[in-house]
């Protein structure tokens, strides 16, 4: 089993629809949370930490379920601009390596 | 703040050369990372230093890649000799770690080197 497993998609979505990824993990030692975005020929930035209470950024937000071992995010009102790649990411038990998910390809549409 | 300065952006080589990344990271961070990115594997850690010290170099695929830090603004990885497989996207991170848990540190990366071996 992969130790971070996501939906590959792509999901295309039109402008302004709501759409959803889910991410599960298989470390339940893992204690920190990440929401990554790459473009396309680009590095990957952090968009949001995920908190165990979960947490709101605009349009974004992030739930994280220790119980089951995942992690969601939820893009609210799409626009042309979300366009990306978003890779769900954790940390090894308690360390500095992050383990990063091969990525969801989000493709919003006019 | 320039962010994380990696050369050269785009490598093309023959099978057998030796090839070296080069990464600037962030002035002040305490933690370099190396990645690599494939479409079939994904973003993978291949090594990773916290003050100039490798702290874990499982990730490297065998004993033809090196790293190194010399100093803390400069870390290289090297590739002698490269093979087609070696073919991808290297990233260079770089983070700063504020407390005695990993906790909510965010790695900022380079743009990458694109590594081609023919």
């Known amino acids: 089993r992969k130790e971070v497993e996501q939906d590959p998609g792509p999901f295309n979505v039109p402008e302004g629809a709501t759409v959803a990824f889910n991410c599960t993990y298989s470390?339940?030692?893992?204690?920190?949370f990440f929401w990554y975005r790459q473009d396309c020929r680009k590095e990957p930035k952090l968009l949001m930490s995920?908190?165990?209470s979960g947490n709101e950024d605009g349009r974004f937000t992030a739930q994280l379920n220790r119980a089951s071992q995942y992690i969601s995010l939820l893009i609210r009102d799409s626009k042309l601009s979300d366009s990306a790649t978003y890779l769900c990411?954790?940390?090894?038990?308690?360390?500095?390596?992050?383990?990063f998910g091969t990525g969801t390809r989000l493709q919003v549409f006019p | 703040d320039a962010g994380v300065i990696q050369s050269p952006r785009h490598e093309v080589t023959e099978m057998g050369q030796e090839v070296t990344l080069r990464c600037k990271p962030i002035?002040?961070?305490?933690?370099l990372f190396w990645y690599r990115q494939t479409m079939m594997r994904g973003l993978e850690l291949l090594i990773y230093?916290?003050?100039?010290?490798?702290?874990?170099d499982s990730g490297m695929p065998e004993d033809r890649f090196s790293a190194k830090m010399p100093n803390a603004s400069f870390s290289t990885l090297k590739i002698q000799p490269s093979e087609p497989r070696d073919s991808a996207v290297y990233f260079c991170?770089?983070?700063?770690?504020?407390?005695?848990?990993?906790?909510?540190?965010?790695?900022?990366f380079g743009p990458g080197t694109r590594l081609l071996v023919l």
């Open positions: 995920v908190y165990s």
């Open positions: 990411v954790v940390n090894l038990d308690n360390t500095d390596k992050l383990i």
């Open positions: 991170a770089s983070s700063q770690r504020d407390g005695p848990q990993p906790i909510q540190e965010t790695q900022y």
């Open positions: 470390n339940s030692a893992s204690q920190s």
């Open positions: 230093f916290n003050n100039n010290v490798p702290i874990d």
């Open positions: 002035s002040g961070h305490d933690y």
